[in-house]
């Protein structure tokens, strides 16, 4: 393998010299540049990284803790994140923060002890003494997750807005009583759908709050979906609606609505977040943002700092996208006329 005094020799000039072009410490003449970028190409020299980070001062790296890596959406964001870095010449440092507040704190200190860069954030339970504290250590970062002041630059997604649009269409057609399945209240994405629930029944004037059920699971929430979905169909007065605010919950949803032989939606509309791929045709649903844009704006933000960008935290704020389908109708008949 070709070393930094092997593209030295053949160019004939000290390794301080073609130190200095890998570097861009201190200028060097075209001409001289020009026979060492020369000398590369034919040795196919590589710079060792260790060293440039020596020279630099930097480890061209960035820690990236999505939480949890699994999931498809995220995925797909961390994704677009590595290839925009890379093409910077930065290398990102994946972890899986997991479904758990220690783990995903654990991932983004073990993260830190590596030295990088910058750290991007893509959280389920994040507190906000972290970005707190990384922002005092001076250290570039971005937080992509639902509104909120992270103190960080900040990729946001209008969870609540979408939310409420998706109510809206079922108080449009006549529904008093929505009900609401979840996951954990304790994740700042999560949460925002119930907000942005709340805030559609109080702009419908609907006072009842009693339809919300949030599912014991920190995974998969298929099963105890439907447990919860029978559980407020078997009330006296059952929603006509359901809300899922996921699409684990929406199967679920629909596993229960099987079972009992109810039609979506001449019995029961159904309205999901994210959508169900075997249903996409048919649910109504509101979807996350592209996940490539959210992860190229994202790395360009943390590129930015890296590269010296100083000025206030920056937010960017980004829609989900409405899909109105066939899976919501009016009432049944009998709680229109009650």
């Not at 109510?167 to 996951?183: F, Q, S, V």
């Amino acid at each position: 393998m070709a070393t930094i005094r092997d593209v030295a020799k053949r160019a004939g000039v000290s390794a301080m010299t073609v130190s200095r072009v890998l570097t861009g410490a201190a200028p060097v003449k075209d001409e001289t540049r020009a026979l060492i970028e020369a000398a590369i190409r034919e040795l196919g020299y590589v710079p060792n990284a260790a060293a440039r980070s020596l020279n630099s001062g930097r480890s061209n790296a960035v820690g990236l803790v999505v939480s949890p890596l699994g999931h498809p959406w995220w995925a797909q964001v961390a994704a677009a994140v590595q290839r925009y870095l890379s093409n910077k010449g930065i290398a990102c440092l994946i972890a899986d923060g997991g479904e758990s507040e220690q783990t995903e704190s654990d991932q983004l200190d073990l993260i830190l002890r590596q030295g990088v860069d910058g750290v991007m954030l893509l959280p389920l339970l994040l507190d906000p003494a972290a970005t707190v504290s990384i922002a005092r250590q001076g250290l570039p970062a971005v937080v992509v997750s639902a509104p909120g002041d992270y103190g960080v630059d900040s990729v946001q997604i209008e969870v609540k807005r979408g939310v409420r649009e998706l109510i809206h269409l079922l108080t449009e057609r006549g529904h008093r009583r929505i009900g609401m399945l979840a996951g954990s209240p304790n994740r700042p994405l999560m949460y925002a759908r119930y907000e942005g629930y709340l805030d559609a029944l109080s702009e419908a004037a609907i006072a009842d709050r009693a339809l919300v059920r949030w599912l014991d699971a920190e995974a998969d929430t298929r099963i105890p979906a439907a447990q919860a979905a029978k559980e407020l169909l078997a009330l006296p007065d059952p929603p006509t609606a359901l809300f899922a605010c996921a699409p684990d919950a929406g199967v679920g949803i629909i596993d229960a609505l099987n079972e009992q032989r109810l039609r979506i939606p001449d019995d029961v509309s159904l309205v999901v977040f994210n959508e169900i791929p075997a249903l996409h045709s048919f649910l109504t649903t509101a979807l996350f943002p592209s996940p490539v844009e959210v992860g190229e704006l994202a790395a360009e933000m943390l590129y930015e700092r890296i590269e010296g960008y100083e000025g206030e935290p920056r937010r960017h704020a980004l829609s989900t996208v409405l899909n109105a389908r066939a899976s919501v109708g009016p009432p049944p008949a009998a709680s229109r006329a009650s």
